[in-house]
Nanobody, 127 residues
């Protein structure tokens, strides 16, 4: 099982970035997926989650209307499109595989409900 994030970088406030997470070693289309972030000195925070078929999405309130989670099951990849970025979005972004069969917003928020994590990709937003 492997998750590899890419696409992070340095961007000015108001700009956009898309981070990707490529999965391998398991049947990607059968699992719900999530994105978390961790800023320096802070705890890991839920950002967004998407159902296995892509029909259900959840977001933390602070990114609603600015971030979009999506997935391409034939490509075994999940994406996080980030628009209108703010300096407070600066963090390492991690994708993770949800380990349950049924997902809800409350379950998706909890990092303990994920069993595999990528290594993270850094996103830095300058003022």
């Amino acid at each position: 099982v492997q998750l590899v994030e890419s696409g992070g970088g340095l961007v000015q406030a108001g700009g956009s970035l898309r981070v990707s997470c490529a999965a391998s070693g398991w049947t990607f289309r059968m699992y719900h997926m999530g994105w978390f972030r961790q800023a320096q000195g802070k705890e890991r925070e839920f950002v967004a989650a998407i159902g296995a078929s892509g029909g259900i999405t959840y977001y933390v309130d602070s990114v609603k209307g600015r971030f979009t989670i999506a997935r391409d099951n034939p490509k075994n990849t999940v994406y996080l499109q980030m628009d209108s970025l703010k300096p407070e979005d600066t963090a390492a972004y991690y994708c993770a595989r949800f380990k349950g069969t049924s997902v809800s917003r409350s379950l998706a928020l909890n990092p303990e409900n994920y069993d595999y994590w990528g290594q993270g990709t850094q996103v830095t937003v300058t003022a």
